[in-house]
């Protein structure tokens, strides 16, 4: 999964591009939405939270069938929380769908392109061709560790509030428990202890060009949720 900080990062982002489009929101329903980009993982349940298509199950990446979730929560989306939690659910979508396989490349042994965890040995970066075991590609000195080196970077350039109230209450999403925000809010914060320098090592990440992939997706989420919020007054008159 993108790490916390990068869901709070896209979900500023959202904040920023609902405000440019005329949709504004009072302090509180920006706190509810930003509860809302964390929720998902507030479970150790994923599969459930994340609205995984048991039909990939196996595959080195699985991501989120938003179908499953809106046809199921469909009605909830008025509310900012569940907004936010469907927009982790598309950030997320895109990240491991388009933007992973800008960055790496999954392979056997004899190189040939896998998917499935049963067949993969290698992973090999795009940025420069280094092949890595798989299990050391997702290890803190790859992929979780360029995370940790974004987060204090992210939250100064993002200007990301770290503070938000928990107390967010849940209109029926069943799949997770809102009371763990909290934990997940003390969690987060234990990933800032990197100076904000730490940027400069990034080995798997170039931050600049994922800032630029989720503003692109995060504009385009934004316009259909308008469009979509329009449609449902329409049809509510």
């Given at each position: ?26 302090s ?56 936010g ?89 069943e ?63």
């Amino acid at each position: 999964m993108p790490g916390f900080i990068l869901h709070l990062s896209a979900g500023v982002l959202a904040i920023d591009a609902f405000q440019n489009l005329n949709f504004h929101m009072s302090s509180r329903e920006k706190n509810d939405f930003l509860m809302g980009c964390l929720l998902p993982d507030a479970s150790k349940k994923k599969d459930a939270s994340h609205f995984r298509n048991p039909k990939h199950h196996g595959n080195i990446v699985e991501y989120p069938d938003l179908e499953l979730f809106e046809q199921k929560h469909h009605g909830l989306l008025g509310d900012m929380s569940c907004l936010g939690y469907e927009f982790h659910l598309y950030i997320d979508r895109v990240f491991f769908r388009d933007y992973l396989p800008r960055i790496v490349e999954f392979q056997d042994d004899a190189g040939k392109v896998v998917k499935k965890w049963t067949d993969v040995t290698w992973a090999v970066l795009r940025k420069n061709q280094k092949r890595l075991k798989v299990k050391q590609f997702f290890s803190e000195d790859y992929y979780y560790g360029d995370y940790t080196k974004m987060n204090s970077w992210l939250v100064d350039k993002l200007h990301i509030p770290l503070t938000l109230q928990t107390d967010v209450k849940n209109l029926g999403i069943e799949e997770v428990d809102y009371a763990k925000g909290e934990d997940i809010l003390k969690e987060l914060k234990g990933y800032l202890d990197v100076p904000k320098e730490a940027i400069a090592d990034l080995k798997v990440f170039d931050v600049e060009d994922l800032l630029g992939f989720l503003k692109k997706k995060t504009q385009i989420w934004c316009e259909s949720k308008i469009q979509d919020m329009a449609h449902r007054n329409e049809v509510l008159k």
